[in-house]
């Protein structure tokens, strides 16, 4: 299976903070990977696909990046409604694996 | 507009069964992957199975592969996933969500305990 390990678990910013969220593969997955923002008891919301395209509807101050096996969400001034847990996703291949999360706190 | 909305869950005992159900509406369904995730309380996610558009390709996640059946029926544009043998482990939210992943139900609870 691969494993996708993010980083950090917790994040503490305030509001108009750069953020970054990384999360590397144990192996390559192309470009197949997926970012979500979770709030409490919702379901996902799907911010970047295919590593660096921004879904339909999702601020501009989102942005995805990869190299290699590495990749990278970007938040580039943080607002209230930012405030959530981040999730990471391969879909390169079944088990399609999620990393930890993140959580983004206010500081 | 994509609609994903889900049925079925609820308190089970362990050991037992349970059939959760996804409708969908505002998109050619036959055409597209389905998938469910779920999510153990305070935990985070975790994916369980996904079936393509016609339903002839199903993968499972080891955890739940024997005992959870993933399933669709197109005419009435609906995905459904049937779980056996239930055990503590499997108390969680489950979600469905569009092969693309941009769409996701709101979620059901399955709490399994005596």
């Known amino acids: 299976d691969i494993q996708m390990t993010q980083s950090p678990p917790s994040l503490s910013a305030s509001f108009g903070d750069r953020v970054t969220i990384t999360c590397r593969a144990s192996q390559s997955i192309s470009s197949f990977l997926n970012w979500y923002q979770q709030k409490p008891g919702k379901a996902p919301k799907l911010l970047i696909h295919?590593?660096?395209s921004l879904q339909s509807g999702v601020p501009s101050r989102f942005s995805g990046s990869e190299s290699g096996t590495d990749f990278t969400l970007t938040i580039s001034s943080l607002q209230p409604e930012d405030f959530a847990t981040y999730y990471c996703q391969q879909s390169y291949t079944t088990p399609y694996t999620f990393g930890q999360g993140t959580k983004l706190e206010i500081k | 507009e994509v609609h994903l909305l889900q049925s079925g869950g609820g308190l089970v005992k362990p050991g037992g069964s349970l059939r959760l159900s996804c409708a969908a509406s505002?998109?050619?369904?036959?055409?597209?992957?389905m998938n469910w995730v779920r999510q153990a309380p305070g935990k985070g996610l975790e994916w369980v199975s996904s079936?393509?558009?016609?339903?002839?390709?199903?993968f499972y996640a080891d955890s739940v592969k024997g005992r959870f059946t993933i399933s669709r029926d197109n005419a009435k544009n609906s995905l459904f996933l049937q779980m056996n043998s239930l055990t503590g482990e499997d108390t969680a939210v489950y979600f469905c969500a569009t092969g693309y992943w941009g769409d996701w139900g709101q979620g059901t609870l399955v709490t399994v305990s005596s």
């Open positions: 295919a590593a660096s």
């Open positions: 079936i393509n558009g016609g339903g002839g390709y199903i």
């Open positions: 505002g998109f050619t369904f036959s055409n597209y992957n």
